[in-house]
């Protein structure tokens, strides 16, 4: 996907006072956007899975520069662990995006041991899809994952501020109809297992890319830190936007503070204490 979907640029989110969408939309149209559906998998408690940062040859994905993961939890609940240590419950209704695909794991229940996802995948009914039949039998979690692939990602700054895991909750009304219909609809497309699907499912898997960054963007606060939280600052967002609405202006200190309706010293400190740089950088 080469461009910004009409959703996103039609999105209620470009109407805030804040000058973020703008910008977090130029980047995104900057980067190109692959998507799939790779895994079907049915889990009963009790159940414990390691998922690993790489694949073994041959398997899912193994071949990717780069991806980030969503799990769609469709039924059941779990709970999920990465690497740094991040813990979340999540249940039925949870869309969770982890942009570094890092190892993981999640579990139910009291299981003997920790089995690693890529011995228990099995060819699926559809071409690419994946499928997974693993517990003990007892209360049932399922889920459907998808990725997105852009090697350009890694170089966006805006991403390397990410957190390691991103939960959306389709259960909860603030959640726009958009994420919620697109969740079902790939939750019953997976379901039917209807062989020519996976170009929609791909783009799918795009618009809750892009839908999960503009929510997180949008309830960060102006003083957060990083690109996507500076965006939200009064002065420094208007400084960012100003620089992507004219990005071949040769900008000064001087004019892009006058653009922010502030001083140079002013700036360069919220540029310091966000972004860790200084303006002109």
Not at 55 to 80: K, N, Y
Request: net charge negative; proline share 6%.
């Amino acid at each position: 996907m080469t461009g910004t979907p009409r959703l996103f640029a039609d999105s209620p989110f470009r109407a805030a006072t804040a000058p973020s969408p703008d910008v977090l939309s130029d980047v995104l149209r900057a980067v190109r956007l692959t998507g799939a559906v790779f895994l079907s998998a049915r889990f009963t408690e009790p159940f414990g899975v390691v998922s690993p940062k790489s694949f073994d040859p041959g398997l899912p994905m193994a071949h990717l520069r780069h991806i980030s993961i969503f799990h769609l939890i469709s039924a059941g609940s779990c709970t999920i662990e990465m690497a740094s240590g991040t813990r979340r419950h999540v249940a039925k209704g949870d869309i969770l995006l982890l942009p570094f695909a890092d190892e993981h794991r999640f579990w139910n229940g009291d299981a003997p041991d920790m089995a690693l996802a890529q011995e228990i995948v099995r060819k699926g009914p559809l071409d690419g899809i994946w499928s997974v039949e693993h517990g003990g039998g007892g209360a049932e979690t399922k889920m459907v994952c998808g990725f997105i692939e852009s090697s350009e990602l890694l170089f966006a700054p805006f991403f390397r501020t990410l957190p390691d895991l991103l939960v959306e909750q389709v259960g909860d009304q603030a959640v726009g109809a958009l994420l919620a219909t697109t969740v079902q609809e790939v939750l019953s497309l997976v379901e039917a297992a209807t062989p020519g699907t996976q170009m929609m499912l791909g783009r799918m898997m795009e618009i809750l890319f892009i839908e999960v960054l503009r929510r997180h963007a949008a309830r960060l606060a102006s003083g957060d830190t990083g690109l996507l939280g500076a965006l939200n600052d009064p002065i420094v967002g208007r400084a960012l936007q100003s620089i992507h609405l004219e990005p071949a202006r040769k900008w000064t200190a001087a004019e892009l503070a006058r653009e922010a309706g502030t001083s140079r010293t002013v700036l360069a400190d919220r540029f310091n204490a966000l972004l860790g740089r200084p303006p002109i950088d």
